[in-house]
């Protein structure tokens, strides 16, 4: 059983920074990909940041250049960096974690972006 689980959310004001953490149950080396997904209200959940078992990340273009996807294995788990924040980037983020075959979930954390 995989459990994920976020922290580091919060209110923020524009142009401020935020680090979020997902904590996996267990070696986060294992999973073929993992990322951060947001779902603002009314909206969809959609991918913000993805990072795979090599390293290499990718991004949607609104968040390159100001937000860095990272893990540390042997703490087992991912980070969201988050530089530079604007009122649009306000949403629930959500950590996944991906085994082919199926997708893991945490209970997201809040993150608000306003002066």
């Known amino acids: 059983q995989v459990q994920l689980v976020e922290s580091g959310g919060g209110l923020v004001q524009p142009g401020g920074s935020l680090r979020l953490s997902c904590s996996a149950s267990g070696a986060i080396s294992r999973f073929y990909n993992m990322g951060w997904y947001r779902q603002a209200p009314g909206q969809t959940r959609d991918v913000v940041a993805t990072?795979?078992?090599?390293?290499?990340?990718s991004y949607i273009d609104s968040v390159k250049g100001r937000f860095t996807i990272s893990t540390d294995n042997a703490n087992n788990t991912l980070y969201l960096q988050m530089n530079s924040l604007t009122p649009e980037d306000t949403a629930v983020y959500y950590c996944s974690a991906y085994i082919p075959g199926r997708y893991y979930w945490g209970q997201g954390t809040q993150v608000t972006v306003s002066s």
């Open positions: 990072i795979g078992s090599g390293g290499r990340a």
